[in-house]
């Protein structure tokens, strides 16, 4: 059982550069979610999804995109990458509804913008 | 604002030196509150939910308690495994559990 799985797990950009995170989960969850983890911040969300088909905002949206096509997959766009965007990026799952399902983290993108 | 602290920062503590955690949390309602250990270059791991002041949870030498304003996760005797960054996050009422509020964190160094 992988969980969830991030790649790449290290990335160098320029900046205006494009990019997809990937990450997939194969626990049939529902809910997914993308934070990006700044030292001194804390973890942030960015985006989530309820369901495949449904995704909304999170804290800190702007400069992402995200889509949600299947229930397995959760990719995050970064459409012209700034250096603002340095960080660690976390993908994580959890069962659907409001029952407080604990999430389950990926291991990390590591995202450096030159 | 839903807000999230955690004190201290950083916690260095002897094998064996047991101490306590804090994560205070300000929310319009709580529906869970949740600790998550994280090692160096991995993601978090899930540890403790608490739903309810009065509510306690253990696992090994971790005992997670929860208030009305705050909850702690007290380390009895310590091991230097137990190094890691401790993270509390919130879900309130009216959100779900893909939007949690989490706190900055306590980095804590167990000396052998």
């Known amino acids: 059982n992988a969980g969830v799985t991030q790649t790449p797990k290290f990335q160098v950009l320029k900046t205006g550069q494009s990019m997809t995170l990937q990450c997939a989960q194969d626990m049939n969850h529902e809910y997914m979610s993308w934070y990006r983890q700044d030292p001194g911040m804390g973890l942030r969300l960015i985006h989530y999804s309820v369901g495949a088909g449904i995704t909304d905002q999170g804290e800190v949206p702007n400069g992402y995109n995200v889509s949600r096509s299947t229930t397995e997959d959760f990719p995050l766009r970064l459409l012209s990458a700034a250096p603002s965007q340095t960080s660690v990026y976390f993908c994580?799952?959890?069962?659907?509804?409001?029952?407080?399902?604990?999430?389950?983290f990926g291991d990390g993108t590591r995202l450096s913008i030159l | 604002e839903d807000q999230v602290t955690q004190s201290p920062e950083a916690l260095r503590l002897q094998e064996g030196e047991s101490s306590s955690l804090n994560c205070s949390y300000t929310?319009?309602?709580?529906?869970?509150l949740f600790w998550y250990r994280q090692d160096p270059g991995k993601g978090p791991e899930f540890l403790f939910t608490?739903?309810?002041a009065g509510e306690e949870k253990e696992k090994e030498r971790l005992k997670a308690t929860l208030t009305k304003k705050e909850s702690f996760l007290h380390i009895t005797a310590p091991k230097p495994e137990d190094s890691a960054t401790y993270l509390c996050?919130?879900?309130?009422?009216?959100?779900?559990?893909?939007?949690?509020?989490f706190g900055q964190g306590t980095t804590l160094q167990v000396k052998p």
């Open positions: 929310v319009s309602g709580l529906r869970g």
């Open positions: 996050a919130v879900q309130a009422q009216g959100g779900n559990t893909g939007k949690l509020i």
């Open positions: 994580a799952s959890s069962r659907g509804g409001f029952g407080n399902q604990p999430q389950h």
């Open positions: 608490l739903y309810s």
